[in-house]
């Protein structure tokens, strides 16, 4: 099927079918409306407008793009047959164009193997007040692209695949995801560009594609840890302003073990675990969480065979270790003219810290036994 439509007002597409369906309306400020159940093997949908998805659409591979600052928006479910995966969805919307669920929906669901939205300055879900409305999928393969700065090109998905999400390189000026699978690893597979960046998974999130952001915020939230494979930093090599890493429960936050031990570059880092590692030891050896920021705080369990620190600091004019705690807590200040600031309360049941300058105990230390050398 190949049709174009030139109507002014509004463009309604009843229930239709076909093999490779296309429709193009190409009114300048036409809307097209998918009125009806929309069935095909390929669905291919253009609007210079834009494009309402108030019934189904059940495709193997779905495409829908409007060309003149058009909005798309989800009313009802993309999917392909019987309510399975698609194999891909592609929506795109042009200039300053939204891609969001309608406010009257349920929010409808895009199942699909692999979902690529993108947008050049609109938001990719949406924020009413305090109401946060996102991108429903199931996708294992998913990017996400719009603007980096402004005040839109904001990004907000919800990820229900159940056995691993891929997010390849994607950008967005607030980029929000979130993996609600148990066992679901969230995997950064290309890179991620932001102002801030925050990333949510139940299970493990594998940073294995840089992180550019100014704000950057990963947690877990039943037992996953967090892994290191790439470097985490503000734009251009330069510090973020703020690196927030949380592992719930036993988590750990751990760098890969075939990385080269990549450096999470930050003014302020913030690293947390219930009663996993920070860090890691396997046999004789010694991994840390590398960094160069001159604030930082780590914490996790103090008690028990888990819980240990493990980290690594570059910076060379201050570092500033704010409260923290942990089992046994290894910090090394490696800067040859950079003093080490105890500067909130460390508890521990071992304490070692280590500066090639200065260590200057202005917070109180509690710990079993400590060496500060």
């Given at each position: 099927?190949?049709?174009?439509?030139?109507?002014?007002?509004a463009i309604n597409l009843n229930a239709s079918s076909g093999n490779n369906f296309n429709l193009t309306?190409?009114?300048?400020?036409?809307?097209?409306?998918?009125?009806?159940?929309?069935?095909?093997?390929?669905?291919?949908?253009?609007?210079?407008?834009?494009?309402?998805?108030?019934?189904?659409?059940?495709?193997?591979?779905?495409?829908?793009?409007?060309?003149?600052?058009?909005?798309?928006?989800l009313a009802n479910v993309v999917s392909g047959a019987s309510g399975a995966d698609a194999t891909s969805v592609t929506l795109s919307a042009n200039g300053t164009g939204n891609i969001v669920?309608?406010?009257?929906?349920?929010?409808?669901?895009?199942?699909?193997?692999?979902?690529?939205?993108?947008?050049?300055?609109?938001?990719?879900?949406?924020?009413?007040?305090t109401t946060t409305t996102n991108i429903m999928t199931d996708a294992s393969t998913i990017s996400a692209n719009t603007a980096t700065t402004g005040t839109t090109g904001h990004v907000y998905i919800s990820d229900?695949?159940?056995?691993?999400?891929?997010?390849?390189?994607?950008?967005?000026?607030?980029?929000?995801?979130?993996?609600?699978?148990?066992?679901?690893?969230?995997?950064?597979?290309?890179?991620l560009t932001a102002t801030s960046a925050n990333l949510t998974a139940a299970s493990n999130i594998n940073v294995n594609s840089a992180i550019t952001a100014s704000t950057v915020d990963l947690a877990t939230t039943a037992n996953g840890s967090i892994t290191l494979a790439n470097v985490i930093s503000g734009a251009s090599g330069a510090d973020a302003t703020s690196v927030t890493l949380s592992a719930n429960g036993t988590g750990n936050i751990v760098n890969d073990v075939n990385s080269s031990n990549p450096e999470i570059l930050a003014a302020s880092l913030t690293l947390s675990s219930g009663s996993?590692?920070?860090?890691?030891?396997?046999?004789?050896?010694?991994t840390n969480i590398m960094t160069d920021a001159g604030t930082l705080s780590a914490n996790t369990s103090t008690i028990?065979?888990?819980?240990?620190?493990?980290?690594?600091?570059s910076n060379a004019t201050a570092v500033n270790l704010n409260a923290s705690s942990g089992n046994n807590f290894n910090f090394t200040a490696t800067g040859s003219s950079t003093p080490l600031n105890v500067s909130g309360a460390l508890t521990a049941t071992s304490a070692n810290l280590t500066a090639a300058n200065n260590i200057n105990v202005n917070s109180v230390v509690t710990t079993s036994t400590v060496d500060l050398a």
């Open positions: 099927v190949y049709i174009s439509d030139s109507n002014a007002t309306a190409t009114g300048s400020s036409t809307p097209l409306n998918v009125s009806g159940a929309l069935t095909a093997t390929s669905a291919n949908l253009t609007a210079a407008s834009d494009i309402n998805i108030n019934s189904a659409i059940t495709a193997s591979t779905v495409d829908l793009a409007t060309t003149a600052n058009g909005s798309i928006t669920n309608d406010v009257n929906s349920s929010n409808p669901e895009i199942l699909a193997s692999s979902l690529t939205l993108s947008s050049v300055s609109g938001n990719i879900g949406s924020v009413v007040g229900s695949n159940s056995t691993a999400a891929n997010l390849n390189a994607s950008s967005g000026n607030s980029f929000n995801l979130t993996v609600t699978g148990t066992s679901t690893p969230l995997n950064v597979s290309g890179a996993g590692n920070i860090g890691s030891t396997v046999g004789t050896t010694t028990g065979t888990n819980g240990n620190v493990y980290i690594s600091d």
